[in-house]
């Protein structure tokens, strides 16, 4: 299924376990959200850097 880009948002961890940017491993600051189909939201993980790059 192919993943549609819906938003951006800021990262805040409650849970106290720390998350981390799936593209280089560094502490995840944001979550990008996608639709995949279905009502399907596909939740990832990134840091800044790479949220600015990988996100479109």
């Known amino acids: ?4 880009f819906s938003m951006l948002r800021s990262f805040i961890d409650g849970s106290g376990k720390t998350k981390f940017c799936i ?7 944001q979550e990008a959200l996608f639709t995949v189909g279905d009502g399907v939201i596909l939740v990832e993980k990134y840091c800044d850097v790479c949220a600015e790059k990988e996100v479109k």
């Open 1 to 4: 299924m192919e993943k549609v």
């Open 23 to 29: 593209t280089c491993g560094n502490k995840a600051t």
